[in-house]
């Protein structure tokens, strides 16, 4: 595989699949990255990838918009109605709450924010932040979604309803690991382990979060040489 990557992710049946983000589409590899093959696809650049519970596989794309694919990559199809937006991130839910959402970033050319389709990707809507770029997506067990853009985390306990940007109280734990002032800023990657914690990698570090981003630690992480993560 050449060229920068940036989403990866595996399929149902285990398979690898790396974006390409400098024009190159989509790579997937069928013994753990040993070799890999450059799929065909109606698209050059590939910003994100999610897989649903079935198999599904979506891609968002460069400036066309969210596409998917049933059959492994082989084939991909527009995903119902998407706009032709720059889509930077995707979740998907499994929390029944939200009965099986997909959550689509958009990279602005001309409006930010979120998507949400609630069937399978056959229509989506606008659902708020459309003045954000939306740098990374995550959602916990509880359905609770975390919207990753350069002021900090917005999260939504609705759905998708309504957006309240996630903040933090000043103190210290005494592990090595500052409760900070205010939440993470310029926030490039997000990912939930559990219905308790979400991490957030920034362009100044690692956070985590134990409730709902109402309080961020800033973890002083040894062996990370780089603040920049992503």
Partial sequence: VSGGITPIAVTAAGNILAGSGSGLGLFKSTDNGGIWQQLTTPFNYT???????????YAGTEALGVYASTDEGLTWQLSGDSPSYSIRALAISTASSNNGAIFAGIKPSVVGGVLRSTNDGATWAHVGLSQYEIKSLSINNKGHIFAGTADG???????????NLSSAAPGADGRNVMATTSGPTDVLSLTSNDTVHV???TSSGFYRTLDDGETWLSDGVSGLTDSKIT
């Fill in 47 to 57: 910003l994100s990838l999610a897989v649903s519970s079935v198999g599904k596989i």
């Fill in 153 to 163: 985390v917005y999260v939504s306990k609705n759905n998708g309803g309504s957006w």
């Fill in 199 to 201: 991490f957030a990698g």
